[in-house]
């Protein structure tokens, strides 16, 4: 059993389909594993086991009589705490939100459960979601598994430490600036950030609503795949075949590279060198037009971040995490003249963008700039809290503002990842390509 806990979730699904795993068994597993943890209290916000048993009673049942809903039928994922959970506490990492239990599920969360899979628990997460690097002060700080003295990565930080520590086969995270892929690639994870509108947000407590994104953090491309599958209720995109033979990939040198650490470099390089000798040509572009988004980026998601906060802020402002209040208050001073300039500025950079990167299969860079910072820095050193966010989330924010779905696959490096840039709703042809970099890697 204990191999279950390092099996991806589509090799545990096979398994039920096979009658080679019971699914009340594997359930019982995770449960086991998460509530022996000693870092259990630092990744999970709270366990559900009673769902998960009843959900894992039915799937064994399904799976017995030959009426499976999916391939991860039976199979137990974990859920970011700002997730609807109905009769169980969602509070998105903050205390403002402390004693709040929702009705109904996230729309995602049903249509996950339609399809068979086993609610294990809500993990922590940056207090709403507002922070790249996953330390939370006011709930819990996960661990990297790399390093249990530095961060795991936010805002989906214990998302990624249930699946890296094993105790969860796959998890459902957010991302609005690099919120899924920071602590996939931090932890040696696959992390898809989906196309901004593609799932459905109803019951998903919210940061800025237009860059919002749910995505999964998994072992592999093909649990990254079928879990999209199941989040959103569609067939999951054919991943057989994939070549990187002939590709061409655009390596996006405008910023991406600027302030690059060591061990950050490395990775990618190691990884680029994998993808040319399979084949793939790599060609260096520069797109200038992206300087004036990304520096507009601050004053865009502080906006709808306050405008969606501000009452319930204002409030009870010292309830909250002084850092994240102050990148909230940021919205507070935004001209209504100044935002709508720099959507405007953003939606002509996309433009360029999509000329720019059109006879391309994908645009590649590393995912993040640097390594995980340790906790005890960031717990004293304000200013080195806010030069490391802002580095960590300047790369996967290119995703976000370009409108893209993007990829970070584990480079080999620990804590490294390599980023790959499709078009919009272009995730199956994004998946694809990286199941064939994946198998590069390896």
Not at 40 to 52: G, K, S, V
Not at 186 to 199: E, F, I, S
Request: proline letters at 6%; a negative charge; one cysteine or more.
């Amino acid at each position: 059993m204990q191999d279950w806990l390092r099996m991806g979730a589509a090799a545990l699904g096979r398994g039920i389909g096979e009658g080679r795993i019971d699914p009340v068994a594997l359930t019982e597993a995770f449960l086991d594993a998460a509530q022996a943890h000693p870092l259990r209290d630092r990744i999970y916000a709270r366990l559900t086991p009673e769902r998960a048993r009843a959900e894992a009673t039915a799937a064994a049942e399904r799976a017995r009589l030959g009426l499976r809903r999916s391939p991860l039928d039976g199979v137990p994922v974990s859920w970011k705490d700002l997730f609807d959970t109905a009769g169980t506490a969602t509070e998105a990492g903050s205390a403002l939100l402390r004693g709040r239990v929702p009705a109904r599920d996230a729309e995602v969360l049903r249509n996950a459960t339609l399809a068979g899979l086993v609610c294990l628990g809500k993990t922590h997460l940056s207090e709403l979601a507002f922070s790249g690097l996953g330390y939370n002060p006011i709930t819990a700080t996960p661990p990297s598994v790399n390093d249990a003295g530095a961060v795991s990565g936010g805002s989906s930080s214990g998302a990624a430490a249930s699946v890296a520590f094993g105790l969860a086969a796959a998890a459902v995270g957010s991302d609005t600036g690099g919120s899924v892929r920071v602590p996939a690639a931090w932890n040696d994870l696959v992390g898809l950030k989906t196309t901004a509108g593609r799932v459905p947000l109803a019951g998903v407590v919210p940061l800025a609503a237009r860059f919002d994104t749910v995505g999964p953090l998994a072992r592999t491309v093909e649990d990254a795949a079928l879990m999209l599958a199941v989040l959103e209720g569609r067939p999951a995109p054919d991943l057989r075949g994939a070549r990187l033979a002939g590709a061409q990939l655009a390596e996006i040198r405008t910023i991406a590279f600027d302030d690059l650490r060591d061990g950050p470099r490395e990775g990618y390089e190691h990884a680029v060198a994998r993808l040319t000798a399979a084949g793939a040509e790599v060609v260096p572009i520069e797109v200038p037009e992206l300087a004036g988004p990304m520096g507009d980026s601050a004053l865009l998601y502080t906006s709808e971040a306050y405008a969606a906060w501000r009452e319930v802020i204002e409030a009870t402002p010292d309830a909250m995490f002084p850092e994240i209040l102050e990148r909230f208050r940021g919205g507070a001073r935004t001209l209504a003249a100044d935002y709508l300039a720099a959507w405007e500025r953003m939606m002509a950079a996309r433009r360029t963008w999509a000329a720019a990167t059109a006879g391309f299969d994908a645009v590649i860079c590393p995912t993040v700039a640097n390594l995980p910072p340790r906790l005890d820095r960031l717990r004293t050193e304000g200013d080195y809290y806010k030069t490391e966010n802002l580095l960590t989330l300047r790369n996967t924010r290119i995703g976000n503002l370009m409108g893209l779905p993007a990829l970070t696959l584990p480079t080999g490096v620990p804590s490294t990842g390599l980023q790959m840039l499709g078009r919009p709703m272009g995730e199956a042809a994004l998946l694809r390509l990286g199941a064939a970099t994946e198998a590069a890697l390896d």
